[in-house]
């Protein structure tokens, strides 16, 4: 079985946890304690913990008792290691660390949850890269550039760039700030800015052609995203009761 999930985290951190540990909350107690019982809980298996160099949002794809797909294996690497995951509420909680073991989640939901059978399991980790060391989310401008059509993909970059010309009047508080005063300078040039703006997309909503380029590569994107390899992926094997597996964390 596979479940994909979008992940995100304000600190730096995702993981894998069992839901039921949620109502043992730790945001009551200090940094320092804080850190230590997750540190516990990672070694225990009731976290798998994945260390990022910042904050982070994208999608994950968890495999249970299945492995990762062929067709991302090109694009996706191995990370060392094998570790253990437990889950005695058979729902398995992926996101940001923030939420670990916290009564009121901020940044996961029921979409965030995997359901499993209760036991123990192994977990695999996989991460996606790119040959320039960047990993992309969201297909690459040639890649929608097919789908969508060179015409309409050229005409929705068009009307793009000249948009985005609207911030090289944010310039201009500088001469009305000399003339008539900082305040006359920052209303005027926000006034002639959000005009600008307004004035575009205005002119966008009369040109039909635009309109049918931005919904084809809105598609174009959504359809690319959803075919494309996660971020992160997550094998998970259900273990037997001698296993000799032990938590852990990976760092990025």
């Known amino acids: 079985m596979k479940r994909r999930v979008e992940v995100g985290t304000d600190v730096a951190r995702i993981g894998l946890w069992d839901e039921s540990v949620n109502s043992v909350p730790i945001s009551d107690l200090s940094m320092s304690e804080m ?34 797909e062929p067709k991302h294996r090109k694009s996706m690497s191995a990370c060392p290691g094998e570790f253990l995951l437990r889950s005695s509420s058979g729902r398995i909680v992926v996101g940001g660390v923030e939420d670990f073991r916290s009564s009121e989640p901020r940044i996961t939901s029921d979409t965030s949850v995997v359901p499993v059978q209760a036991g123990d399991y192994g977990l695999k980790c996989y991460k996606r890269y790119a040959d320039d060391g960047e990993v992309p989310d969201m297909p690459y401008p040639e890649e929608i550039e097919a789908t969508v059509g060179r015409d309409l993909y050229a005409h929705y970059r068009t009307w793009n760039r000249r948009a985005s010309r609207g911030f090289w009047l944010l310039l201009l508080i500088v001469p009305i700030t000399y003339w008539f ?72």
């Open 181 to 252: 005063g900082w305040i006359v300078g920052i209303l005027a040039t926000l006034a002639i800015v959000f005009g600008f703006f307004h004035a575009v997309e205005w002119a966008q909503s009369r040109d039909a052609k635009y309109g049918k380029a931005a919904a084809a590569v809105e598609a174009a994107i959504a359809s690319g995203r959803a075919t494309m390899s996660p971020m992160f992926a997550f094998e998970l094997r259900r273990l037997e009761d001698d296993h000799q597996l032990s938590g852990g964390q990976i760092e990025i």
């Open 35 to 68: 850190e230590k019982a997750i540190a516990a809980d990672t070694v225990h298996g009731r976290l798998f913990l994945v260390q990022l160099e910042g904050d982070w949002g994208g999608t994950v794809d968890v495999y249970v008792d299945s492995s990762l």
